[in-house]
Structure formats: C-alpha cells, structure tokens
C-alpha cells in the first residue's frame, strides 16, 4: 500500500532530499513550504502536492492540513533555524533570535503535530519524526549555540512528551538526528552529504512503531544520550 508522508519544510536541504527520496521508491509526498515561490523545488523532486505554512503560525498548518482529506502515514518535522554558533556574548542571540529559534525548532514540530494528527490517527500505524540534532543533548553540552541548543533539548522533549500521549492513540513519535549534513544550515565542511543522511533518516522512519516510539537516535540508528 502506497504511504503518505507529509514533508514539513521542504524547500531545500534534508527536506528537499526527503522529498526526492521519498517520491522515488513510490511514496504518495505531500510537502510544505514556507513562501509560495519555494513550491517549485518539492514539486520537482517529485511532490504529489506542496503546500504553504509558516510553522511559527499555527494558523497556517491548520489551514493546510484541512486541505488533506486522506490518512496520512508519517509527518516529518523537519523545519529549523540556526542562528549562530556563538557564546554567551554572542550578539547574534538576541531576543528575536530566541524567538524565532524556539518558536520553529520547538513550537513548529508540535503546531505541526497537532495540526495533523487527525490524519494521523485515520492511518493503520500514524508515525511523527521530529528533527532534532545531537546539539540538543544535554550530555553533549558544549558552551555555546545557546538557542539552538536549547531548542533541539527542546525539540527532543516534545518528541518523548507526544510518543507517551499519542501511544493510546496509535501514532509513533521519534527525535533524528540527521548527522552534520551539508547543506545551508550545516555548511561546506559537514562531513554527511545529503543523500546519506537522507536515506538513513528514511529508514529510520520505517523502523518506527509503537514498540520503539520515543526513539532518540541518529540517521544510522544509534541512540543518542538527551
Ligand atoms: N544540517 C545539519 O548538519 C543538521 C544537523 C542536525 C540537525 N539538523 C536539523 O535538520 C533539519 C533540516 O536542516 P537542514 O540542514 O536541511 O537546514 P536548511 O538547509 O537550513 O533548511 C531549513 C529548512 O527549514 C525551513 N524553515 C525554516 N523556518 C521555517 C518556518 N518558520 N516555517 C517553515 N519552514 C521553515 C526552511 O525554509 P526556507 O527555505 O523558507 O527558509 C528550509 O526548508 C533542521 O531541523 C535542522 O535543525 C540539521
């Protein structure tokens, strides 16, 4: 039976490879971009449907997701921001930059879950993946890259919050961490190319269901400490 896999933030990036890998082995893919001239790049890649919603507005995915009248098998959060890798005096992270990075990294995967779970919950086994990163991992603290650290914490807790609430309603959750991917957000000299880390986090996303929902691990499977 073909899968519907909704692809939140699929301009570019993990996001866009999602959708290309995705697309090719046969997934139906309905992805989402933020600003109507980005639906091109999804389309392309092989997107049945590309949809536009902000996640830091709720409002948005509400609206889109009244648009998919069908069961929808995975939701991928995958929209995020980085704003910098600074330390405590780091310009960079000032209150918008706080703003900003929780609202997307943290809000967005839970205004994305809730937008969808209806879907979610007309599939025989409904999964949400959330992108989080190793940067989230308390245990890993570093001393810097304070919002973005903060919210992939925060990203990860949601993830393990909604595979305790959803379980009773048969949906999956887990938190990825999709490797240091080059791409915009991990730049030139990340050591994962896309297409890898893509097509582990798609496996990954298969080995998802209610026996391993509250997964915390990376694209190659191996648990990440939180
Ligand atoms: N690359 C890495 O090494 C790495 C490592 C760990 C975790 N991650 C995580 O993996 C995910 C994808 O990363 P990436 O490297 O592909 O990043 P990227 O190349 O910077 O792409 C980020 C994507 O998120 C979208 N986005 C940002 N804010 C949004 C918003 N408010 N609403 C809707 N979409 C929004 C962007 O859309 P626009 O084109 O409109 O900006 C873009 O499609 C992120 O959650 C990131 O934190 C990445």
Redesign the pocket.
Known sequence: MTQTTVI?????????ELVRQSAARGDRVIA????EN?KAAPLEAGAALALV????EPASLNAIASMVDEPVDLLVC?????NSYGGIEEAAHDRWAWLTVLM??VA?PFFSARAFLPQLERSEAGKIAI?????GSNERAKGNAYPYRAS?AGATNVARNLAVELSERGVSVGAY?????R????GGK?D?P?EEAAAGLLARFDALGPDTSGVVEDYKGTPIPF
Do not use: C, E, Y
Request: aromatic content about 2%.
């Open positions: 939140v933030g699929a301009s570019r990036g993990i996001g866009l989402t971009v933020r600003r980005a919603a902000d996640v830091m995958n929209a995020g921001v980085l997307t990294n967005g992108l989080s990163s190793g940067m992939k961490h999709p490797g240091w991917v791409t915009d957000m991990g990340a994962v896309v």
